[in-house]
């Protein structure tokens, strides 16, 4: 008689085999999605800072204006939330229902609501101008100096 298939051993062999090479791959995988994540948050901070120079030149000599309709009038500090800056499109959002919101990569939480501070300096020497945009908020926000740039 001609059986065809595997036997029990065979399939037990199969089996320890694919066991033994997840095992081998799962740490490289966790550990390429966790440093993906970060990459993801590190790009977000850059998007945020060089969003925040735009927002502050665009109020400074264009033309965003305050919920009355006037003219928003922009001193050397700005504060303003994430949210604003993704409403008035200097960072790219998510589209969450009928809501644009801007999420953290590493805990895919909503941002929107976190403040920051864009401090704007002039070396007197050179003429150089500085953005520094620093995050104010706790909880989930990204706090401290975010970066700076010219």
């Known amino acids: 008689m001609n059986r065809k298939g595997f036997t029990l051993v065979e399939l037990l062999g199969a089996i320890v085999i694919l066991a033994i090479i997840v095992a081998i791959i799962t ?13 993801n948050y ?3 901070i850059d998007n ?19 919920s009355d309709g006037s003219k928003k009038i922009c001193s050397s500090s700005v504060d303003l939330t994430l949210g604003d800056l993704v409403k008035l499109g200097f960072v790219t959002g998510t589209n969450e229902g009928n809501k644009l919101i801007i999420k953290d ?15 704007v300096s ?3 020497n050179t003429g150089k101008v500085t953005y520094e945009v620093i995050g104010t908020s706790g909880g989930n926000c990204p706090n401290g100096n975010l ?3 010219n």
């Open 27 to 39: 740490p490289s995988v966790m550990r390429i999605l966790k440093n993906s994540d970060e990459a």
């Open 42 to 44: 590190n790009m977000m």
């Open 48 to 66: 945020i800072i060089t969003g925040s120079k735009m927002y502050y030149e665009e109020c400074k000599y264009g033309d965003i204006k305050n």
């Open 105 to 119: 990569p590493k805990t895919d939480k909503d941002i929107s609501n976190c403040n920051i501070t864009i401090n």
């Open 122 to 124: 002039t070396d007197t």
């Open 147 to 149: 970066g700076s740039t």
